[in-house]
């Protein structure tokens, strides 16, 4: 009887909040919010007139005043849905959370209680729900508040294994900064969770090319621990900026060029060549090809050992005239010293360009002492 008179006299301190503000009534509502059931608000015989106590807070001409009471009826309804729905009482929790005024406190309650129809199997239930939840997070009238909504469900979806529909609502967004980042988000928590084409797909809808790098990056890293290297160096080779896209080809290089030395030692040559031709950058390319072929030819195995060095040689071959070019074929020069393969070393110090041959030479007879 004391929860009845109470909540009766909720709508004359919503009328009479205009005149002037009652601490003490304040007080004595929030005392009260959460001892209020369904029955009181929703039932038949409810003794308390929740459109009605909305209405009257709407008609409120103080901004602050109306604020206040909106938001005293969204907590009570807020409160009094989530309660109902960790009893499993789904359909009394929806009706309950329906009523909210406010939208931002509207779309977290529904959007709960789907997650709560989600893990219970109503799968297809909880689905609707998800969908009046964006339709009530598209109504909420301010962008950061609207974009953090959206996000929130995005993210509820996602962690629920609804990935196309997480996706749909990303991309809801009209802001391509806000779209940026919660697709940013979106795509890092696929491929935290394996879904590694899902995650990409994401990332390449990115308009950011900050947000874009650092999303492939993430993929591209996951996937070389995850030991998925092919994959991995052609999601790198999609970052849009030179550095980004130069660390993570590097990482990938890195990795490679240990793992084929580590199967080199082991005298396990052919994964040993296999790691090496997938290692993205040709300076750690070549340089491993070289190792793995003397190690062959230290073996007996010269005719692979030959084979893997005009491998090599290509490699050199490929690179525009300069001292990145230069460089490589000095390595390899040096390498078949090592192994006794003179003449194979003086042919491709006669392939080297005029400009580089003098100096290349003079490098040479120090093998060659």
């Not at 005149?19 to 409810?46: F, L």
């Not at 460089?327 to 070393?345: F, Q």
Request: charged share 25%.
């Amino acid at each position: 009887m004391k929860q009845v008179i109470i909540l009766g006299l909720l709508i004359s301190f919503l009328a009479l909040q205009s005149q002037a503000q009652n601490q003490e009534s304040i007080s004595t509502q929030d005392t009260v919010s959460t001892e209020i059931q369904y029955d009181e608000v929703m039932g038949d015989n409810a003794s308390f007139n929740i459109n009605e106590a909305i209405q009257v807070a709407n008609n409120i001409p103080d901004w602050d005043d109306r604020f206040k009471a909106l938001t005293n009826i969204s907590n009570i309804l807020y409160n009094l849905s989530n309660s109902i729905c960790s009893k499993e009482q789904y359909d009394k929790a929806i009706q309950v959370a329906e009523k909210i005024p406010y939208n931002t406190d509207k779309y977290e309650t529904l959007s709960k209680i789907a997650e709560s129809l989600y893990n219970a199997g109503q799968t297809n239930k909880a689905i609707t729900l998800y969908d009046k939840a964006i339709q009530v997070a598209n109504n909420i009238p301010y962008d950061d508040d609207r974009f953090k909504a959206l996000t929130n469900i995005s993210n509820s979806l996602c962690n629920k294994e609804q990935y196309d529909k997480a996706i749909q609502v990303a991309n809801e967004i009209p802001s391509k900064k806000h779209k940026s980042e919660i697709l940013y988000d979106l795509s890092n928590s696929l491929c935290n969770k394996e879904q590694y084409d899902k995650a990409i797909q994401v990332a390449n809808e990115i308009s950011s090319k900050k947000h874009k790098s650092n999303a492939l990056t993430n993929i591209s890293n996951s996937l070389c621990n995850k030991e998925q290297y092919d994959k991995a160096i052609q999601v790198a080779e999609k970052i849009p900026y030179d550095d980004d896209r130069f660390k993570a080809l590097t990482n990938i290089s890195n990795i490679l060029y240990d793992i084929s030395n580590s199967l080199c030692n082991k005298e396990q040559y052919d994964k040993a060549i296999q790691v090496a031709n997938e290692i993205p950058h040709d300076n750690d390319k070549y340089e491993t090809l070289t190792k793995i072929a003397e190690s062959l030819y230290n073996n007996g195995l010269t005719g692979k050992a030959e084979s893997l060095y005009d491998e090599a040689i290509q490699i050199a071959h490929k690179e525009p005239y300069g001292d990145s070019r230069f460089e490589i074929m000095r390595g390899i020069i040096k390498s078949l010293k090592k192994v006794g393969l003179r003449d194979k070393a003086e042919k491709l110090s006669n392939e080297i360009p005029k400009k580089t041959k003098s100096e290349a030479k003079f490098n040479i007879s120090d093998y060659f002492n």
